[in-house]
């Protein structure tokens, strides 16, 4: 099992930044890929960003070049830099864990394991 908890939403103005954070914590592993999700209202959830085993990040393309994902195995936490911040960024943030496809990373939803409880994100104009 795997455990996840998401900090860091709130509510900030357009072009402003958050720092999302994701704290892991059970039987995940180090090479275990992990993501961030979103879910704004009547929509589905989309993906936003994932790292493989070895870091290496995969964006969407609505945030590419504004958000950031990195990962520390020392502390087993999954962040998300979130720069430039639009109104449609504006969602419920899921973390994810454990990609059912590994080695392969996917925005896919069905792909992913072990989910958050989420944090919320509002941007205002």
């Known amino acids: 099992q795997v455990q996840l908890v998401e900090t860091g939403g709130g509510s900030v103005q357009a072009g402003g930044s958050l720092r999302l954070s994701c704290a892991a914590s059970g039987s995940l592993k180090s090479s275990d890929c992990m993501g961030w999700f979103r879910q704004a209202p009547g929509k589905e959830r989309e993906g936003v960003a994932a790292?493989?085993?070895?870091?290496?990040?995969i964006y969407a393309g609505s945030v590419k070049g504004r958000f950031t994902i990195s990962k520390d195995n020392a502390k087993n936490t999954l962040y998300l830099q979130m720069n430039s911040l639009r109104l449609e960024d504006t969602a419920m943030y899921y973390c994810?864990?454990?990609?059912?496809?590994?080695?392969?990373?996917?925005?896919?939803?069905?792909?992913?394991?072990?989910w958050g409880q989420g944090t919320q994100v509002t941007v205002s104009s």
């Open positions: 790292v493989d085993g070895d870091g290496r990040p």
């Open positions: 994810a864990a454990v990609c059912v496809g590994a080695p392969i990373v996917t925005l896919i939803v069905p792909d992913w394991g072990y």
